[in-house]
């Protein structure tokens, strides 16, 4: 993962546009880096988008990859495109018996989860409904993950896979609204879940700060 300040791009390397704290393209990170594949990486500042990101993609969100004429402007496309790859880590080759779990697991996360966190998050724009209350309508999705972990270390196994990338940066918003609330709650599999990937160098190394100035 190499930050790069120019938008000329190598046709044979991938390129990612990428905003550090997008959860999208954290997990479009976690899965390059997880397949050990070199790209290069240009982080966009969301007042100024580079006209070059909105030419390849109108929705103007990231992450965007580019290699040579391939363009994927979805985090899942990019991850699976990853995981695809010869230089892909284990823990990212999904066995064809989990593939139906993982797409419901990550369909309710993109979905209805998402829809919940978002309005959990910036409750401050509807009053009228209470943090708390926003915090309990996400519940539905932790009691499902807890679950899961009370039966293995990871979503799906003992091992850390496809699901627990796709749904971790969702989840880690979550506990930030209100870490304390988070901890204090009866999801101790999830907890611990969580703590464990954010203290992981694979996340550590998706987090770096770039050293440029745009």
């Known amino acids: 993962m190499n930050y ?42 969301l007042r100024n988008k580079p006209r070059e990101m909105l030419r390849l993609s109108s929705k103007g969100t990231v992450p965007i990859m580019i290699i040579n004429d391939l363009i994927l402007d979805e985090s899942l496309d990019i991850m699976q495109w990853a995981c695809q790859q010869p230089t892909a880590a284990r823990f990212l080759m999904t066995k064809e018996k989990e593939i139906a779990e993982i797409n419901q697991l990550v369909n309710i996360n993109d979905n209805e989860f998402k829809e919940k966190l978002d309005l959990y998050k910036y409750s401050d724009r509807n009053p009228s409904i209470s943090l708390e209350s926003h915090f309990r309508h996400c519940l539905f999705f932790l009691e499902l993950l807890e679950s899961r972990l009370k039966r293995t270390q990871y979503l799906l196994s003992n091992n850390i896979g496809y699901a627990d990338i796709a749904i971790f940066p969702f989840l880690r918003q979550f506990a930030n609204v209100n870490y304390e609330w988070f901890l204090n709650s009866n999801f101790r599999n999830l907890i611990k879940w969580l703590e464990g990937l954010a203290e992981s160098n694979l996340f550590k190394e998706i987090m770096i700060k770039p050293k440029l100035t745009y």
Not at 12 to 30: D, G, I, Q, T, V
Request: aromatic content about 14%; charged content about 20%; hydrophobic content about 40%.
């Open 4 to 45: 790069v300040q120019q938008l000329s791009k190598n046709p044979n390397k991938p390129f990612l546009f990428s905003y550090r704290r997008c959860p999208y393209a954290m997990r479009a990170r976690m899965a390059l880096v997880g397949s050990n594949i070199d790209f290069d990486i240009y982080e966009i500042s």
